[in-house]
């Protein structure tokens, strides 16, 4: 039998990291998630980890977003030696994200320290210092997508494309037992369909065990299109009011996606002439990351860069690396799209932008990303009248856009389309990553539509995984034939992508069986017969 302990994202959105115990005694963790939200949740970050760090030989990383990533240092820190395996995207931007949370932890317990010393109260440590998150770095093993790969013995994993953000996975394990093989999906984080940037999530048919993120399980995005019209109402409200537009967004991906939007609007002629501030050192060196990586981008980012465009610059775009720099903004008169970090508006630069406008009538703040409950957007987001930033009580007078459409999550919807794949294999599911109304919801869906056997595991809760009859996928590596192998796997990897393709093509045009569709087809067939010779 298998064990699973939810020792983070269970119960709550933040904090991802799942403790997986094969038969044989091997013990590997997907993901290593930092608690994010209220004094009480982030208290979980200097918990015990219920298991010894030492003992982990294999740490699977699903993308670079803190809430999945942020507590590698202390793992390491704490006794972790082995592996970190993630996509190569994931690995670059982990090594910024990484350095950069380290120096936030050494800076708030040096700021706590100070406090606590006028108190007559002790200092405290930081949760994990830079030496830590350098030496985690060095334990990045990063592998492309789709490949199969042995991890111990009766252990195989693979990465798939999640769609949520560059290099973001969906983890497919197999574990050996006496009773036979178990296959687990983690879905990681799944993005949206027709998300920009990255290619939409990977369909995957069949497994034993499903957990699933239920970030926004009970609830539909508004459309991109009206979302993308709503922004320029945001923009335009402010610069009528000789305003400034405050945009919280997080470092990696929503800052690349938001600035591609302003570079498609400036190239319609549609975006007011106005200086646009990326300021955050994180986001600019996450853009690079981004420039660089355009193998991984869809169709449509590859379409812009064929026409000789960037999607990540405008003439306007001025990245303030700077403290000073950042400083000047708000010295500055006139309107400005300002784009800061951190997305939820508890740390970093946001903080002052939000200190210098959110008082201002004619100002436009414009929430674009998840809020996790105990935050200061999450307050701003639900309406609160004033909110205490640097210890000052400040007026919301300016006016709050929420615009969800731009989420890099999956909406119900999305979500219930990515599970139905698993019809025939019915999984038992296991629904993590969402509050708890959010999980309890996207579940009752799941129950209805498929008939799926649906748990919502708590915090810290421990699960026991057996061989279910109904899943009959058997996936081997072979050795004697590796030369062969690899072709034939990629052969594969082609098809599934073209199969994809296809469905999705006559999913939007059901009428269409026209000469090209079914010479598509035909390709198809004999590929797939030429791989069974």
């Known amino acids: 039998m298998i064990r699973i302990s939810c020792m983070g994202g269970a119960g709550g959105v933040t904090g991802s990291s799942f403790l997986v115990e094969s038969a044989e005694g091997k013990k590997i963790l997907v993901d290593c998630g930092l608690f994010q939200g209220n004094k009480k949740m982030e208290l979980r970050n200097w918990a015990d980890w219920g298991f010894n760090p030492k003992d982990i030989s294999t740490l699977f990383l699903t ?27 994931t690995a670059e931007l982990c090594e910024i994200m990484l350095l950069d949370s380290a120096h936030i932890q050494e800076m708030d317990a040096e700021w706590q320290t100070k406090k606590n010393k006028r108190q007559s109260r002790s200092g405290i440590e930081p949760l994990y210092i830079t030496k830590d998150a350098e030496d985690a770095i060095r334990l990045f093993s990063p592998v492309e997508r789709d490949n199969i790969i042995q991890v111990e013995p009766g252990i195989k994993a693979r990465l798939r494309n999640a769609g949520h953000i560059l290099g973001s996975s969906i983890l497919e394990l197999w574990l050996e037992t006496n009773g036979g093989e178990i296959k687990i999906v983690f879905s990681g984080d799944i993005g949206k369909q027709n998300q920009l940037i990255v290619k939409d999530p990977f369909e995957i048919f069949a497994a034993d065990y499903l957990f699933i993120e239920s970030t926004y399980g009970n609830r539909l995005h508004r459309s991109f299109n009206d979302s993308k019209a709503e922004l320029l109402v945001a923009i335009k409200h402010a610069v009528t009011n000789n305003e400034k537009v405050i945009i919280p967004a997080f470092a990696v991906e929503r800052t690349q996606e938001i600035i591609y939007i302003l570079g498609e609007f400036q190239r319609n002629g549609e975006l007011p002439h106005i200086p ?70 508890t740390a970093g630069r946001i903080k002052h932008h939000l200190k210098h406008n959110l008082w201002r009538k004619g100002a436009s703040i414009v929430i674009v990303g998840y809020q996790a409950e105990g935050t200061t957007g999450r307050k701003i987001v639900d309406g609160a009248r004033s909110v205490k930033i640097f210890g000052e009580s400040v007026d919301v007078n300016a006016k709050v856009f929420t615009i969800g459409g731009f989420s890099a999550h999956a909406d119900q919807n999305d979500l219930l389309d990515w599970v139905g794949n698993f019809r025939e294999s019915k999984p ?26 649906v748990h919502i595991p708590s915090y810290r809760e421990r699960l026991i995984l057996k061989p279910r009859e109904m899943i009959s996928e058997k996936i081997t590596v072979p050795e004697a034939r590796k030369d062969y192998f690899k072709p034939a796997h990629n052969s594969i990897i082609d098809i599934e992508n073209e199969l994809n393709s296809l ?14 569709t079914l010479d598509r087809l035909a390709y198809l067939l004999e590929d797939i017969k030429e791989l069974q010779k």
């Open 63 to 89: 993308h670079a977003h803190i809430d999945h990533s942020g507590r590698i240092p202390k793992l390491v820190k704490d006794g972790f030696s082995g592996r970190i395996i993630t996509s190569p995207p």
């Open 428 to 453: 038992r599911v296991f629904v993590i990553h969402g509050e708890q109304s959010s999980s309890e919801i996207f579940a009752d869906k799941m129950r209805s539509n498929f008939g799926f056997e």
């Open 276 to 345: 646009i501030y990326l300021d955050s050192p994180l986001a600019i060196k996450a853009t690079q990351i981004f420039r660089k990586n355009r193998k991984y981008y869809d169709d449509e980012a590859m379409a812009i860069v064929k026409e000789g465009f960037d999607p990540f610059d405008m003439q306007n775009l001025r990245f303030t690396s700077a403290t000073k720099e950042s400083m000047a903004i708000n010295n500055s008169p006139g309107s400005a799209i300002v784009i800061a970090g951190n997305g939820m508006c």
């Open 503 to 516: 469905k999705k093509h006559l999913k939007k045009n059901e009428d269409d069986l026209s000469e090209e």
